[in-house]
């Protein structure tokens, strides 16, 4: 069982167009985020939310917005979608979000190309 | 401004020896450090981890050393296998990064047979 499925892995789509990015886990944990890996391949935070809070909202622009339905489920919505989007997101779950100590746990990625 | 900085992008190593992989952090409030492995076209994978009132934690192979006064650990592998070629991160988190964890930029290991 896949512990943090993320889906589409692969999504190429057009300039202008708008596409979700879906995330599930089923560790039980309270925490969960997304992170950017850019072109430099650095791991970059976006959002956290835990128990459906969000609780981290770094400096990304709004047409990326997060959902999360339930403590599971951390969806990212991408509107106007810019070549500079081009980049793979990870989603991650931790157990207690909130207390230092924890392990994150990644899922495989979503490989996003815009043309 | 990065908080983690891996000044090594890459790192060859011959099969059976040690490999070596360093991190450095400048934010004094990180508390708790991890490290984390990367195949290709897969997500990152836990390896090991260490906290601040530690200096060293061991998992088979796998060895973190910390030294909080000068900012560093490192990550050692004995013996290193061809399996382990992979990118490394370095990740930190604690203090005002409690729920959050800051990753270095990675350091790519080639374990050459």
């Known amino acids: 069982d896949t512990a943090v499925s993320q889906t589409p892995k692969y999504l190429v789509t057009q300039m202008g167009n708008d596409k979700s990015i879906k995330c599930e886990q089923n560790l039980g944990h309270d925490t969960m985020y997304w992170y950017k890996q850019d072109s430099k391949k650095f791991l970059k935070i976006m959002f956290s939310y835990n128990n459906k809070e969000l609780i981290i909202n770094e400096t990304v622009p709004n047409r990326f917005s997060p959902k999360s339905p339930d403590k599971a489920h951390l969806n990212l919505h991408i509107n106007s979608l810019e070549l500079g989007d081009s980049a793979v997101y990870f989603c991650?779950?931790?157990?207690?979000?909130?207390?230092?100590?924890?392990?994150?746990?990644f899922g495989e990625g979503s490989w996003l190309t815009v043309v | 401004d990065q908080q983690v900085k891996q000044n090594s992008p890459s790192l060859s190593v011959q099969e059976g020896r040690i490999s070596i992989l360093n991190c450095d952090y400048t934010?004094?409030?990180?508390?708790?450090f991890l490290w984390y492995k990367k195949y290709p076209a897969e997500g990152p994978t836990f390896l090991i981890s260490?906290?601040?009132?530690?200096d060293k934690n061991e998992d088979g192979r796998f060895t973190v050393f910390l030294n909080k006064s000068a900012k560093h650990l490192s990550l050692h592998i004995v013996p290193s296998q061809p399996g382990d070629s992979a990118v490394y991160f370095c990740?930190?988190?604690?203090?005002?990064?409690?729920?959050?964890?800051?990753f270095g930029p990675g350091t790519r290991l080639s374990v050459l047979p």
């Open positions: 260490i906290s601040s009132i530690k």
């Open positions: 991650a779950s931790s157990p207690r979000g909130r207390i230092s100590g924890n392990t994150i746990y």
């Open positions: 934010n004094s409030m990180f508390d708790y």
């Open positions: 990740a930190a988190s604690g203090g005002n990064y409690g729920q959050n964890f800051v």
